[in-house]
C-alpha cells in the first residue's frame, strides 16, 4: 500500500459562489439523506425506495450533492447511490429515476460501477443538472436517458481525471521535523511510483494510474452520449447552451419540468390530468 492516501479522483475545478453550491450547509453534522425530505403529496421519495408503502407513480429521487465519495454516511456516497437505484428499479410502484446533480466532482472509485447502474436501468431515468455537474459529478448522471440543464448557466463537463499531491518535506523541516524511509533491499519498487510523483517525476504516475481510469470514464460517456465532441472529452466545460451543442446535455428544463414530464409521459393513467407540481413541495430540509 502506498504510504500516503493520494486520493484518484475525478474532479472539477469550477467557479463556484459559496460553500452552498453543494446544496449542503459546510459543516452540517447531520448525516447525508437527513438534509432531504419531500412533502406528503409529492410524487417524489428520496429513500426507503423498497417499502411496500409507497404510493403508485412514486419517482425516485437520487440527490448527488456535493463533493463524491464511495463510502460516506455524512457525504454523497456512491456505493449507497447504487444500492438506490437497485432498490428503486425493484420497487413497482415507483415508475422513474431522476437524479439531481450539483456536484464538482471527487473520489474515483465506483463512478465505473454507479454509470453501469444507471445505464442498466429499464424504468425511465432522468437526470438534471442544479449549477455543477463536473467530472465525476457528470458521470454519475451520464447514463441518464436525457440529460437537462436546469438554467442556461448550469455548468457541465470537465469529464478527465487529476489527483494532486503535496510535498511537505520543506514545511516540516523548517520546523524541526525531518523524515527518513528506509526500505528492504528486497521491495526496491514500494512506493517508489508514488514518491517519484511526490517529488515532482509524475510520468509513471499518470501512465499507471491517471490514464486507465480517464479512458474508462471517456469511453464509458462515448457509449451512451454519441454526439459529445472531442473537446468535451479531453476535460472541457460549459455553460448550457455550448454543453448541448457539445453533446453533453438535452436541453434546459427545470427539476419541476422534469417531474411533470414524467407524470405526463410514464405516469398512472389517474394522474394524467395533473402533470405539474409545485417546487416548493419538494421541500429540501437544508
Known amino acids: 500500500m502506498p504510504k500516503e492516501n493520494h486520493i484518484v479522483a475525478f474532479y472539477g475545478n469550477v467557479p463556484v459562489p459559496s460553500d452552498s453550491y453543494q446544496g449542503i450547509p459546510a459543516g452540517s453534522l447531520k448525516p447525508y439523506r437527513e ?5 406528503e ?29 464511495y463510502r460516506s454516511g455524512w457525504r454523497f456516497s456512491t456505493e449507497r447511490f447504487i444500492r438506490d437505484m437497485e432498490a428503486a428499479e425493484a420497487n413497482p410502484a415507483i415508475i422513474a429515476h431522476i ?46 436517458d436525457k440529460i437537462f440543464a436546469s438554467s442556461a448557466f448550469s455548468h457541465i463537463g470537465c469529464i478527465g481525471i487529476m489527483c494532486v499531491m503535496y ?18 533491499s528486497y521491495s526496491p519498487l514500494k512506493n517508489r511510483i ?35 465532441t472531442q473537446p468535451a472529452l479531453e476535460g472541457e466545460s460549459y455553460y448550457a447552451v455550448d454543453a448541448q451543442a457539445e453533446g453533453l446535455v438535452d436541453g434546459e428544463k427545470t427539476l419541476e419540468d422534469v417531474v411533470g414530464l414524467i407524470r405526463k ?18 421541500n429540501f430540509s437544508l
Open 41 to 69: 403529496d409529492s410524487p417524489l421519495v428520496a429513500f426507503d425506495f423498497d417499502s411496500p408503502d409507497l404510493q403508485e407513480g412514486s419517482i425516485a429521487y437520487h440527490p448527488v450533492f456535493g463533493p463524491v465519495y
Open 35 to 39: 438534509h432531504f425530505s419531500m412533502a
Open 265 to 282: 409521459k410514464h405516469g398512472p393513467k389517474a394522474v394524467s390530468h395533473d402533470t405539474t407540481i409545485d417546487i416548493n413541495q419538494l
Open 167 to 184: 510535498d511537505d518535506s520543506g514545511m516540516l523541516e523548517k520546523y524541526g521535523l525531518k523524515e527518513h524511509e528506509y526500505y528492504s
Open 194 to 228: 508514488f514518491n517519484d510523483a511526490r517529488d515532482g517525476k509524475g510520468e509513471d504516475f499518470i501512465k499507471r494510474w491517471l490514464d486507465p481510469m480517464a479512458l474508462r470514464f471517456i469511453e464509458d460517456v462515448k457509449s451512451v452520449r454519441p454526439g459529445v
Open 99 to 144: 437524479i439531481h446533480v450539483n456536484s464538482p466532482g471527487g473520489e474515483a472509485f465506483g463512478c465505473h460501477e454507479a454509470f453501469e447502474a444507471v445505464k442498466a436501468l429499464k424504468k425511465p431515468c432522468y437526470g438534471v443538472v442544479d449549477s455543477v455537474a463536473a467530472s465525476a459529478g457528470y458521470y454519475l448522471i451520464a447514463g441518464a
